[in-house]
């Protein structure tokens, strides 16, 4: 979905320097793309978090929100 939305994936450099990026930051999809709905930027740092525990458990909780921020039709 980053990918999708930016046309960049969300870390850059050789596989040690991704590696180390991933365990330190989230990047944001705005930064790149400020036309994203904050809603759909947070639910994406949310997918990619760092911690496991942070992110969702299970894919029903990614279509509840979807459905709730009404970006998927009913």
Avoid: C, W
């Avoid at 969300?10 to 040690?16: D, L, M, V």
């Avoid at 036309?35 to 942070?54: F, G, N, T």
Wanted: overall charge positive; hydrophobic content about 40%; proline content about 8%.
């Amino acid at each position: 979905i980053y990918f999708m939305l930016t046309g960049e994936h969300p870390y850059q450099g050789n596989s040690y320097e991704i590696f180390d990026k991933q365990r330190k930051f989230v990047p944001s999809v705005r930064d790149i793309n400020p036309e994203v709905p904050k809603a759909l930027d947070r639910m994406i740092r949310k997918m990619m978090a760092i911690k496991r525990e942070d992110r969702y458990q299970v894919p029903q909780e990614i279509i509840i929100e979807f459905y709730a921020l009404n970006l998927l039709p009913r």
